[in-house]
């Protein structure tokens, strides 16, 4: 029984945002749960030597109009950012504050937050790198704003980023969205329906 | 009405072999016919920037796994080649000689012979940078093997495939496979499907 699907997203990656939108539904479907894993890539393509994908002549032009392209196939917003690519730092960790609380009723808003700061960068053109906008979308959650940004200025909250993104390049993972399943692992969005083809037959 | 799908490939490319091996049946039954195109992707590369993908570190390994296993989803034989990746020139020149050949029966032979160039590369296990292994690939189809390398030695088919290859990138192709159907560009042995429902819905 495979009841769990790893997922890996950065909050800059267009790709991450589309799967992230999706990625509930199919696990339902699928009779799995997701396990939320925000990351930067920025330490990942120092490995890779990878650039960000909107950088790269011919390949750039491509992602932009296919962005929107499949956004629209599935009736979501996006609105490609005027600042891209971004280092969202204080909100990956902020997730993971989330995510990793010793309160149960804050664990439970890690989707709902997740989301929203999503939505708010690729969705409402916030700047999701602003501690401000951060602290909206918490209140906006009914999530206490002043106590999550004095939690991800601890260095606990720092080191669980950083250990989130060592052992996201440990299990191979050096892309957005990167869905795990099982230890077999899916990259991109456009990857989502082989996932769940993967689940629903017992892999082949 | 759509017609035609443009499909950009290059020998050494597994993704460009998967695609080949399913586009035909996919552009039947979207009432299309298939424009091949050989290139060479090391040209591109050079504008890109990018490195064959097995070459980087974390992607390599994901992407040689993932050939076998895409390729197993579809039933169709892969064995990563031993020499990988290639530069295929005389096998793309002698698609081109065939493709562009005044001789209709020759013409006629162009999807056979790519086919078995690939097939060849992923799935026998030959060296198709070897002009032994072309002669044999085109005497298998009946196509006369000594006309076919005289023929890639010529300045116009050498020329054919500099140009081809020139075109391919001013059409913003810059991986492998690539299909352009009215001018949409769909990249990737993954975006079959997806291209497969843009014609069908005539897109979004």
Redesign the interface.
């Known amino acids: 029984m495979s009841n769990c699907i790893d997922f890996y997203f950065d909050y800059s990656s267009p790709y991450g945002y589309l799967a992230c939108e999706r990625i509930e539904a199919i696990a339902a479907k699928s009779g799995c749960t997701v396990v939320w894993h925000p990351i930067l890539l920025g330490a990942?393509f120092k490995?890779?030597?990878?650039?960000p994908l909107t950088e790269?002549?011919?390949?750039g032009?491509?992602a932009v109009?296919?962005f929107s392209?499949?956004a629209?196939?599935h009736q979501l917003e996006y609105q490609h950012p005027a600042q891209f690519p971004i280092g969202a730092i204080a909100a990956s960790r902020a997730s993971l504050w989330l995510r990793d609380n010793s309160d149960p009723q804050l664990r439970a808003k890690t989707a709902d937050f997740i989301h929203a700061i999503y939505r708010a960068y690729f969705s409402a053109g916030q700047d999701i790198t602003d501690a401000t906008v951060i602290a909206a979308v918490a209140g906006s959650l009914d999530i206490d704003s002043e106590a999550l940004l004095l939690a991800i200025a601890t260095q606990a909250v720092k080191d669980s980023l950083r250990i989130e993104i060592e052992q996201a390049?440990s299990a191979?993972?050096?892309?957005s969205p990167t869905m795990i399943v099982n230890n077999e692992?899916f990259?991109?969005h456009?990857?989502l329906?082989?996932m769940e083809?993967w689940i629903s037959s017992g892999g082949?």
Not at 47 to 51: E, L, M, P
Not at 56 to 59: D, E, K, N, V
Not at 172 to 175: D, E, I, L, Q, R
């Open positions: 990942v490995i890779t030597g990878q650039k790269s002549p011919l390949r032009d491509y109009r296919d392209r499949s629209r196939e390049i191979g993972v050096f892309g692992p990259w991109g456009d990857r329906e082989q083809r082949w």
